[in-house]
């Protein structure tokens, strides 16, 4: 028999490791070729990892959450031959979108009245130090730990077991052997059981049919999480965020856009709050452009883009990315909509490129129907504003005379303190509020 080296191969090009996120295999396993061994992870992508022979495992070279360095060796395989095979490098199977990024979900934000959708959370400003993976075999999982038994701990008119001793104990202390949890082999009450059961008191005879659980997971923070983690820890220690929120009468937004669907043409997608939000946004900033801008505050420069690149957070089955709706300046009603719709069927089949997942200038963030009344987003670093929405709900609101029911919407919307004063965070959301409350002024220009 033979032996077959995988190494870690080139994931992308300028990309000089990758987090090993999870094992598809383990030692002992026989696979064929084609078949995927592990899958990594970069800054924008998970790659699977397939194997380019049949073969047995007998070794792999990290753990989840390790840091691999790209030809670094990974797997080894027992193969059918004399000799040693020369160690290659396994092509990529599959690359799918997976960046962390900050709230909520885009799709679900766009499919019902009143919903809008999330921001994201923008990739970190350095990469992690290269940590090449020792060659040790993947740890063995460890057993669950037993839970406590509690309550009644057997059925009626099954005889506990118990030594002598113990029983002996327990009638001289008036205990019914039948109420109280044995933790022994089959059950079997000891002496200590009877001691926990005399220190409970008399409340612990009562049956309830509840039981304790005092089992802990340790669940190792790898991958994507990882990253978000990572992300939400440098934007909160960084930047001095201010958050300001104010509450939005959408009553005419919402028949404005009721009427536009209805009469929208075969080729045009459903609109939902989003896109509206995104051309109010596009005005108030060419009256603010200092909102749409990144912060180096290492350098001590703020970079003011012209173009306004407005990421949105996407909830996928790999966790929450962001995808980036380019030049919205430039894009109208419509266009907004339908952009949106492609990044977010992207975003859930996984195929969204890193250009669609990176570059946003300005965040929106949403939870869509579970938006809550207000919330105190995380601005997505180094972003200098996120603007968050909340859910839309019917109230009464006094119009002089009487109570009237109104659609009312709260926007939260967070800015770096450092650099945005709150005076002028203010008057942008108050020019969103304005815009978004009298629909008609979106659409004219000057």
């Keep these: 028999m033979g032996e077959h080296t995988i190494k870690l191969p080139d994931v992308g090009e300028g990309v000089a490791e990758a987090e090993l996120v999870e094992w598809h295999v383990k030692v002992g396993d026989l696979v064929r070729e084609d078949s995927i061994l592990a899958a990594v992870m970069t800054d924008k992508a998970t790659v699977e990892i397939p194997s380019p022979v049949d073969g047995e495992i007998t070794w792999l070279g990290a753990e989840i959450g390790d840091t691999v360095a790209v030809g670094s060796p990974l797997i080894r395989l027992k193969v059918d031959g004399d000799k040693e095979i020369p160690a290659v490098e396994a ?45 040790k075999p993947a740890a063995p999982a460890k057993p669950a730990a037993r839970p406590a038994i509690g309550g009644a701990p057997r059925p009626e008119g ?3 077991l118990a030594a002598p001793a113990v029983r002996l104990r327990a009638k001289e202390a008036g205990v019914d052997l ?36 005092d089992t802990v997971e340790d669940i190792k923070i790898v991958g994507l999480r990882r990253k978000i983690a990572e992300k939400m820890a440098l934007a909160k220690s960084r930047i001095p965020h201010i958050t300001y929120v104010e509450e939005i009468d959408v009553t005419a937004l919402e ?22 939000l995104m051309r109010a946004m596009v005005k108030a900033i060419a009256e603010q452009p200092g909102l749409n801008a990144i912060f180096d505050d290492e350098a001590g420069i703020v970079h003011r883009h012209g173009g306004v690149h407005i990421g949105i957070a996407a909830q996928t089955a790999s966790g929450l990315v962001v995808a980036v709706v380019k030049h919205a300046e430039a894009r109208d009603l419509w266009d907004c909509g339908a952009e949106v719709n492609r990044l977010a069927e992207a975003a859930k089949a996984g195929t969204a490129t890193r250009e669609e997942l990176s570059g946003s200038t300005i965040t929106i963030t949403s939870l869509g129907a579970m ?57 942008f959301v108050q020019r969103i509020k304005t815009l978004l409350e009298t629909p008609a002024l979106i659409f004219i220009e000057g």
Excluded: C, Y
């Design 91 to 135: 092509a990529p199977a599959k690359s799918a979108m997976d960046d962390g990024q900050e709230e909520a979900p885009l799709a679900d934000g766009l499919a019902e009245e009143g919903e809008t959708v999330p921001p994201p959370p923008a990739k970190p400003a350095t990469a992690a130090p290269v940590k090449v993976a020792a060659a």
């Design 178 to 213: 039948r109420q109280v949890p044995g933790s022994g082999p089959a059950g079997r009450i000891t002496h200590e059981d009877l001691d926990a059961f005399i220190a409970r008191g008399p409340q612990a005879a009562r049956p309830t049919g509840l039981q304790r659980n």
């Design 255 to 276: 028949d404005l856009r009721a009427a536009l669907n209805k009469g929208k043409r075969a080729d045009q997608s459903k609109l939902t709050v989003l896109p509206f």
């Design 158 to 160: 099954e005889r506990p």
């Design 371 to 427: 938006g809550g009344v207000a919330t105190t987003p995380v601005i997505n670093h180094p972003e200098v504003a996120i603007v968050g929405v909340n859910k839309m709900m019917i109230r009464p609101v006094w119009d002089g005379t009487q109570f009237i029911p109104r659609k009312m919407m709260n926007l939260s919307s967070s800015f770096d303190h450092r650099v945005v004063d709150g005076w002028d965070a203010a008057v």
